[in-house]
Structures are given as structure tokens and as C-alpha cells.
């Protein structure tokens, strides 16, 4: 760990009384940018989803459960696969706090996976959280938004996600994606955000910014990957870190 100066109550308040402009700034910035979200086009999806819940077959305008807005987290589960994913386990850790508030300010979150809800359910139970966690299974809503991929695009290099064609080897990447439903039952993609677009929705690591080590991913990864275990293997010195399932 680097050491820093040790210096006068005077040189410490008059260091980070500078430094709080930078704060500052990055605050503005950052209130700059969710304006200009909230400016971007819309797309009206022409395609109806039907997907699996605890409460039977639902479609995708069922998913607002009343409000006009939804936030659909994308879960990386796919099929058969018996590997659970830290990162996603890592950020939805932290959902069901918000989400006891976001259900107050018309919005409807939800927690998608490819895997059955046979598949979900018994891992939904062994963490504890109460979100609705529902299945695509059925259906291409994966696909369309660009988190799933075929065998065939994985073959030949086709496939995009965050806005950027690139190969990729696991056919389930994680992400975020936004609706808008109106009076009249039109549903809208209003923004999705991908990969590190996810760190956003991740409280412990906004704790983790202020403290003198920072997030301290320093290898071999660099990454969350580096430290970050599912929320009942801390006391597991010897977990693994497996690939997310291909």
C-alpha cells in the first residue's frame, strides 16, 4: 500500500478543501450525463415476451406490475449451468434494499435469466433475496437485447454487446436494460447498460472508493473477481473462481 504524507491539521484541510472541487465537479458531471440519458431516443419493441414467474406464464407489460417503468437486470444463468455467478451475485446483494424504494417511485424492478425457474428458485432461496427473479426461457427477450448468443454467432464472431461487435466465448453476458410502458400499453427501450456500466448499481464499492485501500482488485484479475466470493463462501479460503458457465 502506498504511504502517503502525514501532514499539519492545516496542509490536511487545505489539501482536501482543493480536492473537494474535484468532488464536486465529478458530482455535476455525473448529474450532466443521467439528463442526457434521460434525452436519448426511444425504441418501441414490436415483439411480445412471455416468461416464467412464481405466479405462472406473465408477459413483458405484466413485468411493470402497475408502474409505467421497468428495470430488468440480466442475470447470467444459463440452462443447466451449475456455476453462479459472482458478479451478478455481488450486484444483486444489493438490490433488495433499493427496490423497497424504487416500488414507491414507479418502478418495477426484475432479475432475467435464461435458466428455468426450477434452476433459479432453489439459488434465490439459498441467498435469501425477495426480488422477482423470472425466466426467459421460453422466449428471445435474452437474445433481442443482446445479453444472450447463439452457438452460431459465438462461431462466427457475430455477435455485439455494449454497442460493440466483438468475439466472444460465453453465450450469457449480464447488463441492465430499461422500459417505458404508456397509457396505452406501448413498452419502449429507454437505455441499457452493459458491462462495466453495472458498477453503478454496486453500493459496497461506492464504500469501498472512500476508503484508503480503494477497491483493491490487484491481481490476477484485476477485477472483482479478485475478491469477491458468493455472500455464504467468505469463511471458504479455497472456492474457486470459475469462468461464468459458457
Known amino acids: 500500500m ?50 416464467e414467474t412464481e405466479a405462472g406464464p406473465r408477459r413483458l407489460g405484466d413485468l411493470f406490475a402497475g408502474k409505467s417503468q ?4 440480466h442475470f447470467m444463468m444459463a440452462p443447466g449451468c ?14 433488495d434494499g433499493a427496490d423497497r424504494h424504487l416500488k414507491h417511485h414507479d418502478v418495477s424492478l426484475v432479475v432475467v435469466s435464461r435458466a428455468p425457474l426450477a434452476e433459479i428458485l432453489p439459488y434465490k432461496q439459498r441467498m435469501g433475496w425477495k426480488f422477482d427473479w423470472v425466466s426467459s426461457y421460453a422466449s428471445d427477450f435474452n437474445f433481442d437485447l443482446q445479453v444472450s448468443f447463439t ?25 441492465t436494460s430499461i422500459f417505458y410502458r404508456n397509457e396505452c400499453g406501448d413498452i419502449f427501450l429507454t437505455f441499457l447498460s452493459r458491462a462495466r456500466g453495472g458498477d453503478a448499481l454496486i453500493g459496497a464499492y461506492h464504500y469501498l472508493d472512500v476508503t484508503p485501500k480503494g477497491r483493491d482488485e490487484t491481481g490476477p484479475y484485476h477485477n472483482l473477481m479478485d475478491w469477491v466470493r458468493l455472500h455464504d463462501e467468505y469463511q471458504d479460503k479455497s472456492a474457486e473462481r470459475p469462468d461464468c458457465c459458457a
Open 151 to 175: 452457438d452460431k454467432q459465438i462461431a462466427t464472431g457475430e455477435t455485439t454487446y455494449n454497442f460493440e461487435k466483438r468475439p466472444l466465448r460465453s453465450k450469457d453476458l449480464p447488463g
Open 2 to 51: 502506498q504511504r502517503n504524507a502525514v501532514v499539519s491539521r492545516e496542509d490536511w484541510f487545505e489539501a482536501h478543501r482543493k480536492h473537494l472541487e474535484r468532488e464536486k465537479e465529478l458530482t455535476r458531471f455525473r448529474d450532466l450525463v443521467a439528463a442526457e440519458r434521460r434525452q436519448l431516443p426511444w425504441f418501441k419493441l414490436r415483439k411480445d415476451y412471455v416468461f
Open 82 to 95: 451449475d456455476h453462479r455467478c459472482q458478479g451478478c451475485s455481488f450486484l444483486a446483494d444489493h438490490i
Open 70 to 73: 421497468l428495470i430488468v437486470y
